[in-house]
């Protein structure tokens, strides 16, 4: 399939048939990796975990951790 190269802001960017998307179960905003093999530009599925906020917490060891934490409902597009 080709492309073409398009310039967008300082930087340049191609569109990503929705037949390739769907079919890789891409969704706009995921996350992709980029990998350069010679004269070729692999885009891939990050393998990366989306990490909630109260993951990242359980596993922070620091101070000043709060003794009368709870956590409420969640009340914006955060991840619990």
Same mark, same amino acid.
């Given at each position: 399939?080709?492309? =073409?190269? !398009?310039?967008?802001?300082?930087?340049? *960017?191609?569109?990503?048939?929705?037949?390739? +998307? =769907?079919?890789?179960?891409?969704?706009? $905003?995921?996350?992709?990796?980029?990998? !350069?093999? *010679?004269?070729?530009?692999?885009?891939?599925?990050?393998?990366?975990?989306?990490?909630?906020?109260?993951?990242?917490?359980?596993?922070? $060891? *620091?101070?000043? +951790?709060?003794? $009368?934490?709870?956590?409420?409902?969640?009340? *914006?597009?955060?991840?619990?």
């Amino acid at each position: 399939m080709e492309t =073409k190269l !398009q310039k967008w802001g300082n930087s340049d *960017g191609i569109r990503i048939p929705s037949s390739l +998307l =769907k079919a890789l179960n891409l969704k706009t $905003n995921d996350l992709i990796e980029l990998k !350069q093999e *010679g004269d070729k530009i692999i885009i891939s599925k990050s393998k990366k975990e989306k990490i909630s906020l109260e993951k990242r917490f359980k596993k922070y $060891n *620091g101070e000043n +951790l709060a003794k $009368n934490f709870k956590w409420d409902e969640p009340r *914006g597009n955060e991840i619990w």
